[in-house]
């Protein structure tokens, strides 16, 4: 690869802008197809410890990698306020990604201040977190007690080889099992596994973790490989269709379809026909699910994202550091909403091949977390 791909968001977003009329949240907010807010997923850190090829590959994410100073980063207040105003529009599940989220030092005061928080009703809020294990083992204790409530652990192989040759930074599967083992004796589940499923990469590693983690309490979940960013190279060629991973685990394990758990779950949900359990897939590029999408994203210097393959983001952070007031913030956030027509998975359905060529390039998924 002879051209670096350097992300800076200061030149791929718009403003955001608070309306003249500034009407009170209602704790509830729709888009132009009728979805209403109910997810916000806040990155915290565009760092990350691993390489895995289809998110942050090395090739792209040297040692001379340009990450963003930390003057640029929303600090721990600023993220709390922001979600205070997405709360109030509906949002009732906060997820922390990054780039690894347990990099960002004291994510423990993050997760107090956002576990005091109540929706209208008065319900606490959904907080979880997703990483890729490696830090765990020694934060699973500090995470729970702070008011995380669950985490989503990423692992891609059980075969250490092919773990390793993943992530590309020669990390052990024993060591994230180990860091699954201590979240769940923390008591932060039910804990999902996502395993990313890439075609003649790590397909042959299907039902090994299936077998692995059938009859334990955690879910596993497989992701088709997805068209996000520019870094990772995608072809269609290297998905391997939901629908295909379901045939093979149910010729020697059968499953039973199962409804969701909530309207808007990225994951068809299947359990295991002799009860142990059950998987789900995440198909949004077999299996677009875009028409109940109730999530938005915050990325790390606070730009606002409506759609995971978004071309560009909305400056917020800009407005919190002008001095805008709480209604205005709320304001801003409910008129971009109601403006929201995103459905990039079900257009590529339609046309994935013209839709792969497209001119603008898409934001990294380590910039905005998946």
């Known amino acids: 690869m002879n051209e670096k791909i350097i992300i800076l968001s200061d030149s791929r977003h718009r403003p955001l802008s608070v309306p003249a009329h500034i009407d009170a949240p209602t704790g509830e907010v729709r888009d132009r197809l009728d979805r209403p807010l109910r997810d916000l997923r806040i990155s915290i850190t565009d760092r990350c410890n691993f390489r895995c090829v289809y998110c942050m590959p090395k090739e792209v994410f040297d040692k001379d990698y340009q990450y963003l100073p930390h003057s640029s980063?929303?600090?721990?207040?600023?993220?709390?306020?922001?979600?205070?105003?997405?709360?109030?529009?509906?949002?009732?599940?906060?997820r922390l990604t990054g780039g690894e989220p347990l990099l960002r030092k004291n994510i423990e005061r993050l997760i107090e201040m956002l576990a005091d928080m109540r929706t209208p009703s008065g319900k606490p809020l959904d907080i979880t977190l997703t990483t890729n294990g490696s830090l765990l083992a020694r934060k699973a204790r500090s995470l729970k007690d702070a008011g995380l409530q669950r985490v989503t652990v990423s692992l891609d192989a059980l075969d250490d080889a092919t773990f390793r040759a993943m992530n590309d930074v020669d990390f052990a599967v024993a060591d994230v099992l180990h860091g699954i083992d201590a979240a769940h004796e923390a008591g932060l589940g039910p804990i999902k596994v996502n395993m990313v499923v890439k075609a003649g990469t790590n397909e042959q590693e299907i039902l090994p973790m299936a077998r692995h983690f059938k009859g334990t309490p955690h879910i596993l979940r497989f992701i088709e490989y997805m068209d996000v960013g520019a870094s990772n190279g995608w072809n269609m060629r290297d998905v391997i269709p939901s629908a295909e991973i379901v045939r093979r685990i149910g010729a020697e394990m059968p499953l039973v379809?199962?409804?969701?758990?909530?309207?808007?779950?990225?994951?068809?949900?299947?359990?295991?026909?002799?009860?142990?359990?059950?998987?789900?897939m995440i198909s949004s590029v077999t299996q677009a699910f875009c028409g109940d999408c109730t999530r938005t994203r915050l990325s790390t210097e606070g730009k606002l994202y409506t759609c995971l393959f978004a071309t560009q983001g909305h400056d917020l952070r800009a407005l919190l550091r002008e001095g805008r007031s709480d209604e205005e913030l709320a304001a801003a956030i409910g008129a971009l909403w109601r403006v929201r027509g995103d459905r990039y998975s079900e257009l590529r359905t339609i046309n994935t091949d013209g839709l792969s060529r497209v001119g603008e390039r898409r934001v990294e998924m380590s910039y905005i977390g998946g």
């Open 73 to 94: 980063l929303l600090t721990f207040e600023e993220i709390a306020r922001v979600a205070r105003q997405f709360v109030a529009h509906g949002v009732e599940k906060i």
């Open 257 to 280: 379809a199962v409804n969701p758990n909530y309207t808007g779950e990225t994951a068809t949900r299947w359990r295991y026909a002799d009860g142990g359990g059950e998987v789900g």
